[in-house]
């Protein structure tokens, strides 16, 4: 439904916020949810949130060189790619824009 209405999709606070445990095991389940995010109760609880809903540098990569192709294929008139024997088309050409926009912003954030 976020999606749906173009709203980023957050997943709410974690209540055992002594229990670490715990709320890795809730991460897993909002990331597989396709959350992109979570509230928080105590600041200890962000680096962990952060590991989880950060870009990794393997999907950073992932989309620079799905970007690359996509361009390639472009200048060829080509409306596909092929990377690691995966079609690359629109949908995931839209998705590696969006990693890489939340990349920089991440980056933006930890310069102030």
Not at 35 to 49: A, H, I, Q, T, W
Not at 62 to 91: C, H, Q, Y
């Amino acid at each position: 439904a976020a999606r749906a209405n173009d709203v980023i999709p957050i997943d709410t606070v974690h209540i055992n916020v002594h229990d670490i445990e715990d709320l890795e095991k809730n991460l897993i389940i909002a990331k597989n949810l396709g959350f992109e995010g979570m509230l928080v109760l105590n600041p200890k609880e962000l680096p962990l949130v952060h590991s989880y809903f950060s870009p990794t540098d393997e999907e950073v990569n992932e989309s620079r060189e799905m970007l690359r192709l996509s361009a390639l294929a472009e200048k060829d008139n080509k409306g596909v790619t092929i990377m690691n024997g995966k079609f690359i088309g629109p949908p995931m050409v839209i998705l590696a824009k969006k990693l890489l926009h939340k990349k920089s912003m991440i980056e933006m954030r930890n310069r102030k």
